[in-house]
Nanobody, 126 residues
Framework: QVQLVESGGGLVQAGGSLRLSCAAS?????????MGWFRQVPGKERECVAA????????YYADSVKGRFTISRDNAKNTVSLQMNTLKPDDAAVYYC??????????????????WGQGTQVTVSS
């Protein structure tokens, strides 16, 4: 059974930083699976903010977070992290970790991901 468990969300002032972590279990060959971080606010579609491929670990970032967010993975610990710096009120959302089981290639579309965490709330005060 695949489980993705996010942690690290919370309340932060604008300009501050947070680090989200996602612990994966039940994924065979975690290192070869593409992973993504998505976010969603009420009334809007879920959007990909960052993704990392399996294997060589190439990365993708949404334009809105480039230069501020960094995605990384630790294959020895089966974790993927999202370091978020210089946070803005617009970054406030529920953040989800997702696994693209069976593919090492990055995708930025939610439908391309098979497994999802329960989400962690990020609130940014102005």
């Amino acid at each position: 059974q695949v489980q993705l468990v996010e942690s690290g969300g919370g309340l932060v002032q604008a300009g501050g930083s947070l680090r989200l972590s996602c612990a994966a279990s039940g994924l065979r060959t975690f290192s070869s699976q593409a992973m993504g971080w998505f976010r969603q606010v009420p009334g809007k579609e879920r959007e990909c903010v960052a993704a990392i491929s399996g294997g060589e670990s190439s990365t993708y970032y949404a334009d809105s977070v480039k230069g501020r967010f960094t995605i990384s993975r630790d294959n020895a610990k089966n974790t993927v992290s999202l370091q978020m710096n210089t946070l803005k009120p617009d970054d406030a959302a529920v953040y989800y970790c997702a696994a693209r089981y069976g593919s090492r290639y990055i995708a930025a579309v939610p439908s391309q991901y098979n497994y999802w965490g329960q989400g962690t709330q990020v609130t940014v005060s102005s």
